[in-house]
């Protein structure tokens, strides 16, 4: 090895070595003069097209020289960037004037292996996207599968996947609730958050055999059955985390600190919002009551009572309150499904999708072949293309799936919230202060694995 | 001409003339525009309810060239699928636009629906499709440097020989 790179180079051949092997070219944010008027119109927020609101690009930033401002890079390793998402921040002293996000730091090409991986194996692809959210994902895939095979799911399958979405919707609202108090220096929050997670991932132990990427719910219902006695199990969570919730108030929702971080920054109108595509908790603290498991019902969320929580200000402690009164929302829910769980089959008795019973194969070569036959080759999906919706913890979900008949999805595409829901960083931080930026990047709530896929 | 299939009358159609329509799976309505008329079909739809676009994706049909398309629309290689969502009236649309393979270049949506910045960028850096009058069209997933546009068929998925012992291996 003879190439080494002298450890001798001055600073300044350094410095350009470094930026030729770190640069991202044209993703990344330029100077003004180098950035073109639309693209300048877009970073600084100006996004609105609706008559007479749209942003006056000059309105907080009257024309400064370059040389009083600066860019610099948050992340992409940055502790309170959730992952590896890398943010460009023009700064004027400490007031955010534009910012970019640059994200592809965590791509594996998930979209891409989804097509080298049978209908059977796929669920174990997405479950890995929104690593917060498992079920979720899985459901959006499961769905979307589902409706290309025009097959019904048995109605205990439906409501087993209804509760355990809710639970994960906890859980993933949970952590959301510990890593915002960690950004925002609330170091027992982060504790409280993952001690009332792990609650819920131990049940998810019990119920699938695995903690995070379950791959519990498949095409045709779901991996098994829910445990003996798992209405105990969920009784006791519904009952601590419920309780626990009041405690978060004591701690964080009357702190006159915490609400001095949140109230009133980074405010978004309902317009604005909606232009930017953005769903979930990011477009009801706008005031837009739009939930899909209210709006467009799935599963069986038509039979049970829940509230849409929807906030007014659109600022960062909206979201801050509507995530904490969905996790007791969801208690609601899981709370009607223990009481309205109907007995009968975990999954589909179409021999297409399932897989014979164990005993079944100890005695009957056909069996045996039959289940050989759906795990190696899977099941062939008719010809069509279909987009199914769901209601993740972070907005619309969308699975977008088109089949050519064979085994293996002919493209799979995930309509992934947090990457959507990112587009809202321009227009939050701009005119913010420099702290600001990391309750907003919190209260988006990005999860990257699945912003990159 | 109004290539409408006979059955395709779910509920409030916004009449759009000339565009081909075919209901879809799960009675979601989809229209084939050519490139010529798409941006004007999406400022249509738009003005008819649909706010938000919510998803904009591209496919790539080079090994599956048999798809149903509506009478008058030629199958192309690319694909690039807009769905859009309507919040006041609940329902969903969805938008097909075909693009040549030797000349797959769009028009960008941005202008109505600023909420396809990233994804038209994804759909670009994924594909290869070139949009229009996007505000930055960059690549956004791979890094700078990338040759070719990987979710495209003819782009090999690439894979790691099984190594016993230390060697060179690929990438």
Not at chain 1, 338 to 348: C, F, L, Q, S
């Amino acid at each position: 090895m003879s190439d080494i790179t002298p450890t001798t180079v001055r600073s300044i051949e350094r410095e350009a070595l470094l930026v030729a092997e770190t640069s991202e070219g044209a993703q990344e944010m330029f100077r003004r003069e180098q950035t073109g008027a639309d693209e300048l119109r877009r970073e600084l927020g100006a996004v609105l097209k609706v008559d007479g609101r749209a942003l006056d690009p000059n309105n907080i930033d009257v024309e400064r020289d370059d040389d009083e401002t600066m860019i610099i890079n948050m992340g992409p390793s940055h502790p309170s960037t959730h992952g590896v998402l890398r943010i460009m921040l023009e700064l004027d002293g400490e007031t955010v004037l534009r910012s970019k996000p640059v994200i592809g730091y965590l791509h594996t090409g998930m979209e891409k292996t989804g097509e080298e991986l049978s209908y059977v194996q796929g669920g174990t692809n997405v479950t890995r996207m929104d690593y917060l959210s498992p079920v979720t994902n899985e459901l959006g895939y499961s769905m979307a599968v589902e409706k290309l095979l025009n097959i019904e799911v048995p109605e205990r399958a439906t409501w087993i996947r209804m509760m355990m979405s809710e639970l994960n919707r906890m859980s993933s609202h949970l952590v959301w609730m510990a890593t915002n108090g960690m950004d925002l220096g609330s170091t027992s929050m982060m504790i409280y958050g993952l001690r009332e997670r792990e609650l819920i991932l131990a049940f998810f132990e019990k119920t699938a055999g695995l903690r995070l990427n379950l791959n519990y719910v498949r095409p045709g219902g779901v991996a098994a059955d829910l445990p003996d006695g798992w209405q105990d199990d969920v009784e006791v969570i519904c009952d601590t985390i419920w309780a626990r919730t009041f405690e978060y108030d004591q701690l964080l929702t009357g702190q006159t600190i915490f609400r001095q971080r949140l109230e009133g920054v980074a405010a978004i109108t309902a317009e604005e919002a909606i232009a930017l595509s953005l769903t979930g908790p990011l477009l009801r603290s706008t005031g837009v009551p739009w939930d899909l498991r209210r709006t467009m019902p799935y599963l069986a969320y038509d039979q049970v009572e829940f509230d849409v929580i929807t906030g007014t200000y659109g600022d960062n402690f909206d979201r801050y309150a509507i995530r904490l009164n969905e996790i007791r929302e969801s208690v609601r829910i899981v709370r009607q499904c223990i009481e309205m769980m109907p007995a009968g089959d975990y999954r589909t008795q179409d021999p297409k999708v399932t897989p014979p019973p164990r005993a079944r194969i100890d005695e009957s070569m056909e069996a045996l072949i039959h289940h050989f036959k759906l795990f190696t080759e899977g099941f062939h999906v008719p010809v069509g293309e279909v987009y199914s919706a769901i209601e993740s913890p972070r907005g619309e979900l969308g699975c977008y799936i088109v089949s050519d008949g064979g085994p293996k999805p002919y493209r799979i595409h995930v309509r992934a919230p947090s990457f959507v829901n990112l587009q809202a960083i321009p227009l939050l931080m701009r005119g913010g202060m420099m702290s600001d930026t990391i309750t907003v990047i919190s209260t988006i709530d990005p999860v990257m694995g699945e912003v990159d896929r | 001409m109004d290539a409408r299939s006979a059955d395709g009358s779910s509920i409030g159609d916004p009449q759009v003339s000339g565009i081909a329509t075919q209901p879809a799976l799960n009675a979601v309505e989809g229209y084939f525009p050519t490139r010529e008329q798409y941006p004007d079909l999406i400022n249509q739809l738009k003005n008819d309810g649909f706010e938000m676009a919510v998803d904009l994706c591209a496919v790539d049909y080079l090994n599956h060239p048999g798809r149903e398309l509506p009478e008058g629309i030629a199958p192309e290689r690319f694909e690039v699928v807009v769905n859009l969502l309507s919040l006041s009236q609940r329902r969903r649309c969805r938008v097909r636009v075909q693009v040549p393979e030797n000349d797959s270049v769009v028009a960008s949506i941005f202008s109505a629906f600023a909420g396809v910045e990233a994804m038209e960028r994804e759909a670009y850096d994924m594909f290869g499709v070139v949009f229009t009058d996007h505000p930055s069209l960059s690549r956004i997933l791979m890094p700078e440097d990338w040759e070719g546009h990987p979710l495209r068929k003819d782009y090999g998925i690439g894979r790691v020989p099984v190594q016993f012992k230390e060697g060179p291996g690929p990438r």
